[in-house]
């Protein structure tokens, strides 16, 4: 089998420098993209900093969840999904499992999709000003040819350029605004839920602690650390990059949240497609509708292309097919989900709900994947002297709980029963 996910990589650098950089990139590359644009910018929009406490926990979260499933990889030298076939075999536990992959992946994703095809339709919509169901077709166009073509692979380090520029002007804007830092630290000491804040909580989770990340973090991993004899100092290693890669990834969203807060939340104005843009005006005047797009759009479609990539590898994975890239079902995987989230995004009345729900979706999704995790960490057979200790299993478990928790109460109140 060809090295699939050392393709996947390689926009993170080879060589010396790719182990200097390590593969925690891939996760903070895959959850700063147009969700989490629009789902902090809401967050900070509407509520302040009072929803700081959830993107503290967000960001904690992946952190616990990305080390098991580095670790995971590091010890059995695969991804995620073919662990959790081999681990289950046999078991009345298999079919839950791969029904797990299959809807957390496959659905999770397609519901992922259609945010990011929505996003980059809206940064393509700022720049010229026609239907965004045109532009979302255009953008799954362009995204099955790069894949059907394999030549994502020529244009995805200008996209991480554009994404990283947009990045740091987020945070260029948000130490301009001079942070109320008195505020932010009370947010964090007193956590609460405003009223109405429940699917924006799930939606801060749902863009940070991603699914498919776990199953692409695996893989990297996987590749990356192929040929190390130590694992311990490896593992050292794994746990400092995920780490400082995770942590800026929340410091990008807190900026974004921020720089919402400063430019909506005072004001009560309301956050569209058309206003969001509006957090980088402190920066760069005028110019920040057309960088703003500029970036929105690079997010959306590289991330447009790396998600139904990334369900193709999981679900193959899981179900035992081939993951070359030009295997009929392997192409149809990702074909599916494609399709499905273009027909998702062009059927949304509303960009910014749409892009909300989608990551919503993960969040709702993110208690029974962990929960495999979890189980898979704590094998012995699996992991031996690896597998998860008493913290581990801990922290696990309050991500599980929290998640569950916030999960139910949003469905009970959909329900008219809370």
Known sequence: MKSSTGDLESSAGDGARQR????GLLVTAAFIGPGTVTTASVAGAHYGYALVWALLFSVLATIVLQEMAARLALVTGGGLAEALRRAFAGSWLAFPAMAMVVLTLGVGNAAYQAGNLTGAAMGLQGLVALDAHWWVLLVGIIAAMLLGAGGYRHIE?????????????????????RPDLSAIVGALANPRL???????V??????????????????????????TDDRDAALRSIRLDSGLSIGLGGLVTLAVMGAASAAFFASGAEVTAATMARQLEPLVGSAARYLFALGLFAAGLSSAVTAPLAAAFAVC?????????????????????????????????????????????????????ALFLI??????????????????NLAGALVVGVTLALGGVKLLGVFGLL
Do not use: K
Request: with cysteine; proline share 5%; net charge positive.
């Open 157 to 177: 380090r200008a996209l991480v350029v554009l994404v990283l520029l947009m990045s740091a002007m987020f945070i260029a804007t948000f130490l301009l605004l």
């Open 375 to 392: 189980a898979l960490m704590n094998r012995r057979d699996v992991l031996g002297e690896y597998r998860n200790r008493l913290p581990s």
């Open 202 to 227: 799930l939606a801060l989770i749902g863009t940070t602690v991603v699914p498919y990340n776990l199953f692409l973090h695996a893989s990297a991993v996987a590749t990356h650390w192929r040929c």
């Open 317 to 369: 994975g899981a179900l035992g097919w081939s993951t070359e890239l030009n295997n009929t079902r392997f192409r149809c995987v990702w074909g599916s989900v494609l399709a499905v989230g273009v027909l998702f995004a062009m059927l949304g009345s509303s960009p910014v709900a749409a892009i909300l729900f989608a990551q919503a979706a993960n969040g709702l999704l993110l208690p029974g994947c």
């Open 194 to 200: 405003p009223q109405g804040s429940i699917l924006t």
């Open 20 to 23: 200097r950089m390590g593969p």
